[in-house]
T-cell receptor, first 111, second 115 residues
Framework: RKEVEQDPGPFNVPEGATVAFNCTYS??????FFWYRQDCRKEPKLLMS???SGNEDGRFTAQLNRASQYISLLIRDSKLSDSATYLC????????????FGTGTRLKVLA | SQTIHQWPATLVQPVGSPLSLECTVE??????LYWYRQAAGRGLQLLFY??????ISSEVPQNLSASRPQDRQFILSSKKLLLSDSGFYLC??????????????FGSGTQLSVL
C-alpha cells in the first residue's frame, strides 16, 4: 500500500462547478497535512494546510479525518485557472520532518 | 524573505556522463533541505534530505548522491547517468524544528533528459 494515495483523475468539470478530492494516508503517526498545487512542468506550490477542525481559504476548503486517515479538498465555483494537479502531502517525524507526496489528482476546468 | 534558487532549469546529458545540480537557499539559517525527483506523469519521489552540513539521508538506493558543503547549499550528483535518471528534479527547504505546521518550499526545478 502506498503511503499516500490519491485518485489520479482527470476530473473534468465546467466552470462554476464544485469539485472534491480525497486523499488517504497509511501512517497513523502522521502529524501534518497539506495540499499543494502543481502546474505542468512547474514546481509544486503550497495551497493550504489541513487542520483537524477543517479550514477554509476563499473558495477552497480542506478537512482532515484522523480516524479514517483521509484528507479532502473542496473547490467551489471552479475557475479555468484552477486547472492543475493537486498534490496531497503528509509529513511524519522521525528525528526530522519528512514530507510524503501523493501522485496527485489532475483537474481540468472547462469553459 | 526566504528564497530558493535551483539551476540549471533544463539539462540534456548523454548516458554515462556526470551530473551536478545545485540549490541554494537565502534568507534563513539551518534549513532542512531536500531533493525530489518526479518522473513524467508520476508523483514526487524523495531522494535525499539533510538536517545540517554534511548530514545526508538517502531514501532510495541509486547511482545518485547528495552533498551539503555549506549550510544553505545542497548539491545532487552522479558519476554516470542512466536513462532512468531522466526526470524533473526539485530542491526544497523547510525550517529546522519549525513546528508541526511548517511547510515545504520548492525551487523552480531542473528538467533532466538523459539520452
Amino acid at each position: 500500500r502506498k503511503e499516500v494515495e490519491q485518485d489520479p483523475g482527470p476530473f473534468n468539470v465546467p466552470e462554476g462547478a464544485t469539485v472534491a478530492f480525497n486523499c488517504t494516508y497509511s501512517n497513523s503517526a502522521s502529524q501534518s497535512f497539506f495540499w499543494y498545487r502543481q502546474d505542468c512542468r512547474k514546481e509544486p506550490k503550497l495551497l493550504m494546510s489541513v487542520y483537524s477542525s477543517g479550514n477554509e481559504d476563499g473558495r477552497f476548503t480542506a478537512q482532515l479525518n484522523r480516524a479514517s486517515q483521509y484528507i479532502s479538498l473542496l473547490i467551489r465555483d471552479s475557475k479555468l485557472s484552477d486547472s492543475a494537479t493537486y498534490l496531497c502531502v503528509v509529513s511524519a517525524t522521525s528525528g526530522t520532518y519528512k514530507y510524503i507526496f501523493g501522485t496527485g489528482t489532475r483537474l481540468k476546468v472547462l469553459a | 524573505s526566504q528564497t530558493i534558487h535551483q539551476w540549471p532549469a533544463t539539462l540534456v546529458q548523454p548516458v554515462g556522463s556526470p551530473l551536478s545540480l545545485e540549490c541554494t537557499v537565502e534568507g534563513t539559517s539551518n534549513p532542512n533541505l531536500y531533493w525530489y525527483r518526479q518522473a513524467a506523469g508520476r508523483g514526487l519521489q524523495l531522494l535525499f534530505y539533510s538536517v545540517g552540513i554534511g548530514q545526508i539521508s538517502s531514501e532510495v538506493p541509486q547511482n545518485l548522491s547528495a552533498s551539503r558543503p555549506q549550510d544553505r547549499q545542497f548539491i545532487l550528483s552522479s558519476k554516470k547517468l542512466l536513462l532512468s535518471d531522466s526526470g524533473f528534479y526539485l530542491c526544497a527547504w523547510s525550517p529546522l524544528y519549525g513546528g508541526l505546521d511548517e511547510k515545504l518550499f520548492f525551487g523552480s526545478g531542473t528538467q533532466l533528459s538523459v539520452l
